[in-house]
C-alpha cells in the first residue's frame, strides 16, 4: 500500500512536495524541499487514516491525494504550533 492512495511511490514524493509547498505557504512556514515531501506524505497519509478511520473512503486520483496531502500537513503545521508555540 502506498503513502498516498493510488499514486505509488514516486506520485507520492512528487504530490508530498507539492502539498507540503502549499501548506507551507498557507500556513506562513519556511521549509526545505525535502521538510515540503515530508510533511506531504506524512499529512496525506495521517489525513487518509482519520478519513478510513471515520468510515470515509477517499479518492485515490492524483488531485484528491494532492488536497489530502495539502490539508493533512496544514492540520500537521497547525498541531505542531500549538505544541510547541509560535516561533
Known amino acids: 500500500n502506498s503513502a498516498m492512495q493510488g499514486v505509488g511511490w514516486i506520485g507520492a514524493i512528487i504530490l508530498g512536495g507539492i502539498a507540503g509547498w502549499i501548506a507551507e505557504r498557507v500556513m506562513g512556514s519556511s521549509m526545505g524541499i525535502i521538510a515540503n515531501v515530508i510533511l506531504g506524505i506524512v499529512g496525506a497519509v495521517v489525513l487518509n487514516a482519520i478519513l478510513a478511520w471515520v468510515g470515509i473512503v477517499p479518492s485515490t486520483g492524483w488531485i484528491a491525494q ?12 497547525w498541531g505542531y504550533r500549538a505544541i510547541r508555540g509560535r516561533t
Do not use: F, R, T
Not at 494532492?66 to 503545521?77: F, N, Q, T, Y
Open 66 to 77: 494532492l488536497v489530502i496531502g495539502v490539508i493533512g500537513a496544514i492540520i500537521l503545521i
